[in-house]
């Protein structure tokens, strides 16, 4: 029950740290550059499993309970934050990545107008019987 409790914890914690920082790749990296700015964030959180997986096993749960591998863990996200707040420059870094966009003369693709929009999107009550059923109850 501990190890379901100090897994709920440092996956909340993980989601809030990890949603931030995949957010803001996209905000600083020129648009032909992004996919390996995604493939570095992906590369970073296979690092964290293997190293989660690594803590459990020389540090036996079995033995030592579960929290020295939570610690290690968090102690991990921590210094990730702690990292990523010193050395990321964000005001400086996307007035760069706009720079470079117009010096590239990288083009991004702007929303269609003639798709749909929060504005005049459909409701679910829009949708057909046969849809919105297939929704709801997955058939």
Not at 42 to 48: E, I, P, Q, R, S
Not at 107 to 120: R, Y
């Amino acid at each position: 029950m501990l190890f379901v409790i100090a897994l709920g914890i440092v996956l909340f914690f993980m989601s809030v740290y990890r949603t931030p920082a995949v957010a803001l790749m996209p905000d600083i990296t020129i648009k032909p550059l992004r996919s390996k700015g995604n493939a570095i964030i992906n590369l970073l959180g296979a690092v964290g499993g293997v190293v989660s997986l690594i803590g459990l096993t020389l540090l036996n749960p079995v033995i030592l309970g579960y929290f020295p591998i939570f610690m290690l863990i968090s102690g991990m996200m921590f210094v990730g934050l702690v990292v990523m707040i010193l050395t990321v420059k964000e005001p400086q870094w996307t007035k760069q990545m706009l720079e470079d966009t117009s010096r590239y003369h990288v083009v991004e693709i702007k929303e269609n107008p003639h798709t749909e929009t929060s504005s005049n999107c459909k409701t679910f009550a829009s949708f057909s019987f046969n849809f919105s059923r297939s929704v709801v109850y997955g058939i």
